[in-house]
């Protein structure tokens, strides 16, 4: 029998079969090291795409701000000023609508009545600004706080398809009228806090003029009032202050024509608000009165007021203010 026609071996055909094994295995291997991303020598394979994502519970993006047509909380942390009340805004809850019902914006808000004795009857006008169109406030059936006294206020605004606080501002006070304006995210109307300037009183702070002396407690520049609110680019000087009279028998009648205040440019205006007492020896001290003074054209500069004796007895009397930065608070005219 010749070799070619001999049978070979099982263990010739074993060897050859595992050898053809091994080779698939590690053909194998070396396709999936090809395919893995960290493979060496090998491609990586392409990132996903990046999105905007809701975080946890509170519905903000990445850049801080509620994405349109999600719900969640964005952090505020801004203060507004208007009709005598300081607004301490918290937080925007956001709420999208359906097919079937507006949206939800709710703002979380600490209101506090920053006069120590005066009242303020009502709330401004409360809404918000989305480029161009105003959405309604509604506050419920809360008053505003007593003086000095801090409420909180959640305040509900019913929003269209798509709202997102990018291009929406909250808006204080109506057209034609000082407006305090917060924008609530990116874009909006220019910001406008409407805060008061704390002035510094004279060293002397009792300022006598005949027998009328008027100890300063506090004066501020504002951009609102208590109940009246203030015309597009007016200021008001608002002073606080005791008022004694040294008084015979017959005693003194105070009112504001006691009082003028020069502005910077030279014009002198009376008080819009100041008030009307009888002083006697027996009462010769008023505590913690009020005036107010309104104009028109605010700049920086010297603002003098004088006090003069009803009767126009005796040397009237001054006390400056220097006031700088007016048109922080927002636009003068």
Known sequence: MSNSARPRPARTRTARANA????????????ATACTPDGAGSPAAPPAKATATVTGATGATAAGHTAAGAAGTTTIGRTLYSGGLRFDVKTAATTPATDTTGGRLVLTTTVTNTFRTTPVNDWPTISVDVNGTPLAGDH????????????????????????????????????GQNQAVLPLGNGGRPAADLKPLDLA????????????ALTLKSAQLRADTANSPLKLGERALYLTYDMTGTVGPAGMAVSGDSLRLRLPGGQEVGPSSAPIEAIYPDRPTRQNQAAWFVFSGAADGDYTLTVTDPDRNGTPATA??????????????
């Open 320 to 333: 400056v203010f220097h006031v700088t930065g007016v048109t922080a608070a927002g636009p003068v005219g």
């Open 20 to 31: 053809l094994a091994t080779a698939t295995v590690l053909l194998a291997v070396g396709l």
């Open 140 to 175: 419920g059936t809360a008053v505003p706080p007593t003086p000095g006294a801090s409420n909180t206020l959640p305040i509900t605004f019913t929003t269209p398809a798509g709202f997102t606080l990018d291009g929406a501002s909250l808006v204080l006070g109506d057209p």
């Open 201 to 212: 009183l004279p060293a002397a702070h009792t300022v006598t003029g005949g027998r009328l």
